[in-house]
């Protein structure tokens, strides 16, 4: 079982920076991966990035450059620092959690309750 907990969404100008910070339950490195999806309103949730417990990352297309996920495994935290933010950026930013069962290789997925990003001036 993992609670996962965001915080640092806002509203932000077009251009500027927000970080986001996901605080889990449990140790981030017995976690297979942790990553960042967003949902605009009335689209589909998006892959953003994701860690895995190796440290490995990965990004959507579109938010390589601009996003960076790193975490913090003192405060079990991960954060999705985004730069040169932009109206279409603007969603509801989740935080997931993927665990890889003892048994039968069953993924469990997470989920935090989302933060709200706003990009408008």
């Known amino acids: 079982q993992v609670q996962l907990v965001e915080s640092g969404g806002g509203l932000v100008q077009p251009g500027g920076s927000l970080r986001l910070s996901c605080a889990a339950s449990?140790?981030?490195?017995?976690?297979?991966?942790v990553g960042w999806y967003r949902q605009a309103a009335g689209k589909e949730r998006e892959l953003v990035a994701t860690?895995?417990?190796?440290?490995?990352?990965n990004y959507a297309d579109s938010k390589k450059g601009r996003f960076t996920i790193f975490r913090d495994g003192a405060k079990n935290t991960v954060y999705l620092h985004m730069n040169r933010l932009t109206p279409e950026d603007t969603a509801v930013y989740y935080c997931?959690?993927?665990?890889?069962?003892?048994?039968?290789?069953?993924?469990?997925?997470?989920w935090g309750q989302g933060t709200q990003v706003t990009v408008s001036s």
């Open positions: 997931n959690a993927k665990v890889v069962g003892s048994i039968g290789g069953i993924v469990y997925d997470y």
């Open positions: 860690i895995t417990a190796a440290g490995d990352t």
């Open positions: 449990r140790n981030i490195f017995s976690i297979n991966a």
